[in-house]
């Protein structure tokens, strides 16, 4: 009896052995990188993003984060310990992805939060603005805002001018500042009109008088005649679907109302990019506003 266990334990051990032989013998082996695979690591663009930013809001900075947009964790303060009025501090991150963009985020020790949320990877100047020396909306600048005199505000001039900056679909809008000793823009204010689905987007005033004759008589049927600024949202929001848009419209058309103020029409003579501007027609926003430069002359 003895004897036959021992043969049975003896067998059982050889089946398992052979079991245990053919797993391992059938695994699937780890695929090795393909060209492919090793390319499109390979396409990744980098290039440095550096920031040199300055406090111009008149009182101290007690936050200062650059937030990754791909991402929720603030990450560094670059302003711990106080960040006083006219103080810089820079802020290099090496070379990075050049697809990643980023949001500039600040509080003063008043209260006074701002952010700028499309700042892309490149080497910049940034200067935080008080609420009276901002841009439109926009919270900070790519140039040094002006010093106040004690003589009092420089003369100015308000021009604008309407154009075909994006194709015959609409019609732009620049609104410009300008001052009258210098030729420097002051501030400048973009938009666009277009006939919008009726539902979801608000018509410019009168778009609902349909009587004979009245302004909106002729809108074609379903169809406003909007901002595109002011509708940002369902705008940014179709674009996204239609094309593929990354930014709301909104934020680049104020992106170049911030790169604009500050320089003069000669300055913008041959931009064809601005910074948090993703729109593909940049260039020809920037020549609208030079062309409304040439109106307050």
Avoid: R
Wanted: net charge negative; aromatic share 8%; glycine share 8%.
């Amino acid at each position: 009896m003895n004897k036959f266990l021992k043969a049975a334990a003896a067998v059982a051990l050889t089946t398992s052995l052979v079991a245990c032989s053919n797993n391992s013998s059938t695994a699937e082996p780890t695929p090795a990188p393909t060209e492919e695979t090793k390319e499109e690591v390979a396409e990744v663009e980098l290039a440095k993003a550096s920031y040199t930013v300055t406090n111009a809001t008149g009182e101290s900075v007690k936050e200062l984060y650059l937030v990754d947009n791909a991402g929720s964790d603030k990450g560094k303060n670059y302003a711990e310990g106080g960040l006083a009025d006219g103080e810089t501090v820079e802020i290099d991150l090496g070379e990075i992805d050049k697809s990643l963009s980023f949001t500039l985020d600040f509080t003063t020790e008043g209260g006074y939060n701002g952010k700028f949320e499309t700042l892309h990877v490149e080497e910049a100047p940034i200067w935080l603005l008080n609420k009276d020396d901002m841009t439109g909306a926009t919270m900070i600048s790519f140039t040094e805002p002006e010093e106040k005199g004690a003589a009092g505000e420089a003369s100015v001039k308000v021009a604008a001018k309407y154009g075909a900056a994006h194709g015959t679909k609409c019609f732009s809008s620049a609104v410009v500042v300008v001052n009258a000793t210098d030729g420097t823009i002051v501030d400048a204010f973009l938009d666009e009109y277009q006939f919008m689905n009726a539902e979801g987007n608000t018509g410019v005033p009168n778009s609902d008088a349909t009587a004979d004759g009245d302004f909106a008589t002729n809108y074609p049927e379903g169809k406003v005649l909007g901002s595109k600024k002011v509708n940002h949202e369902a705008y940014s929001a179709h674009m996204k679907e239609a094309a593929g848009a990354t930014t709301d419209i909104k934020a680049s058309y104020e992106a170049i109302e911030a790169f604009i103020a500050g320089k003069t029409a000669a300055d913008l003579a041959d931009v064809d990019a601005v910074t948090g501007s993703t729109l593909a027609d940049t260039a020809n926003y920037v020549k609208s506003v030079v062309n409304a430069v040439e109106n307050s002359k």
